[in-house]
Structure formats: C-alpha cells, structure tokens
Antibody, heavy 120, light 109 residues
Framework: EVQLVESGGGLVQPGGSLRLSCAASGFTFSSYAMHWVRQAPGKGLEYVSAISSNGGSTYYANSVKGRFTISRDNSKNTLYLQMGSLRAEDMAVYYC?????????????WGQGTLVTVSS | EIVLTQSPGTLSLSPGERATLSCRASQSVSSSYLAWYQQKPGQAPRLLIYGASSRATGIPDRFSGSGSGTDFTLTISRLEPEDFAVYYCQQYGSSPPVTFGQGTKVEIK
C-alpha cells in the first residue's frame, strides 16, 4: 500500500525556518517525481515545488523561490522541504504528493498534510 | 502560466441530481495533463480523473470527465451523499508549473 506521511509542521515566528519531511512507503520511491502542494486555511490548492526522481531537477513557485529548498534522500525514502524566511502568507497545510509514473503527470497519491503556522 | 477558472464557485444540488462542473483554461491544455481531484473537509485531495477522461483506481463510474483544448467538464451523474465536497481541476504541461483551479464546492441543497 502506498503511503506518504508528512511531519515537521508547527508554530514558527515570522522570519523563521522549518523543515518538513515526507516519508514514503509501499512503492519504489526513487522511481517517482515528487511534489509539495499547500493549502492556506479556507483556501484552495497552491502548487509549491517539485523534484525529479533522482533529485537532479527542481522547480519552485515564484512565491517561495529563494526561500524554500526541496530535496530528497532516496536511500531513506524521504522527501524534504526546507522553508526559510517564513511569512504569514506561508501558513498552510503542506501536502506531499507522488507524480504518476505513466507519463500523465497527475498526482496519484497524497499525504495527509502537515500544518505550518507562522505567527509571533 | 496557464490559469484555470472553475465554475460555478458553488453548486447546490440534492442527492440523486446530476452535477456538471466546468474548468476553463487560459490557453490550450493537453488532455493528457488535465486532472480532477475531490477534497472533503480535513482530508487530502483524492485523484478522481486523469487524462481528462480516465477514472482513477476505485472511482465509481458515476464520475466522468470530458473536454479538450481550453474547456473541460467533470460530471457526477447521480449525486451520492459522500460526493458533497470541493472539486479541483489541475493541469500539468510539458514541465512545471502545475496549476490548480480555485475549486467548485458541491453542497447539499
């Protein structure tokens, strides 16, 4: 069974840092591109970042470019999102998602999300 | 960046009725890269439709997707109580960025 389990969320002050993790199981993690998507309270889905299966390619939304870093450790089956210079508008539930491996590029599995609260 | 506009914002219907949700793109989207997701309160999104019209594993056949180019539709043929939720369309081009529509809420009338 495919499972994605996020962790690392919590309360952080504006300007602070946080590292999110997404532990994957039930599939060959190193074969799949992975993504982070966030959802502010009461709002829609916002795409954040992507990383290729081998970690060689990454992408960031303009809203987080230069402040967030996506990475992965295929030996640990874990995806990361290092978040820095956090702002109030970064407060959201952060989901990791697996990109389908067939070439269609939709997200076939999602984690349950981890909440990041940015407040003083 | 391709912008996806979903309509209506809210759809008020009764169980058993047909729901038709629209997703319009600001420029042409490859049908291979158009998906629909369902999200219930407190839950992660769930994949319903990919490639504009293919149902994901385990999705009932009352859900169907159609469309091409800039206009796509998600249809729920007969609403069941568990179908009341928010629905998002998503496009993914030849490379990022991925974009999502703003969502359509299907609520009980």
């Amino acid at each position: 069974e495919v499972q994605l389990v996020e962790s690392g969320g919590g309360l952080v002050q504006p300007g602070g840092s946080l590292r999110l993790s997404c532990a994957a199981s039930g599939f060959t993690f190193s074969s799949y591109a992975m993504h982070w998507v966030r959802q502010a309270p009461g709002k829609g889905l916002e795409y954040v970042s992507a990383i290729s299966s081998n970690g060689g390619s990454t992408y960031y939304a303009n809203s987080v470019k230069g402040r967030f870093t996506i990475s992965r450790d295929n030996s640990k089956n874990t995806l990361y999102l290092q978040m820095g210079s956090l702002r109030a508008e970064d407060m959201a539930v952060y989901y990791c998602a697996r990109q389908d491996g067939s070439g269609r590029r939709h997200f076939d599995y999602w984690g349950q999300g981890t909440l990041v609260t940015v407040s003083s | 960046e391709i912008v996806l506009t979903q309509s209506p914002g809210t759809l008020s219907l009764s169980p058993g009725e047909r729901a038709t949700l629209s997703c319009r793109a600001s420029q042409s989207v490859s049908s291979s890269y158009l998906a629909w997701y369902q999200q219930k309160p407190g839950q992660a999104p769930r994949l319903l439709i990919y490639g504009a019209s293919s149902r994901a594993t385990g999705i009932p056949d009352r859900f169907s997707g159609s469309g091409s180019g800039t206009d796509f539709t998600l249809t729920i043929s007969r609403l069941e109580p568990e179908d009341f939720a928010v629905y998002y369309c998503q496009q993914y081009g030849s490379s990022p960025p991925v974009t999502f529509g703003q969502g359509t809420k299907v609520e009980i009338k």
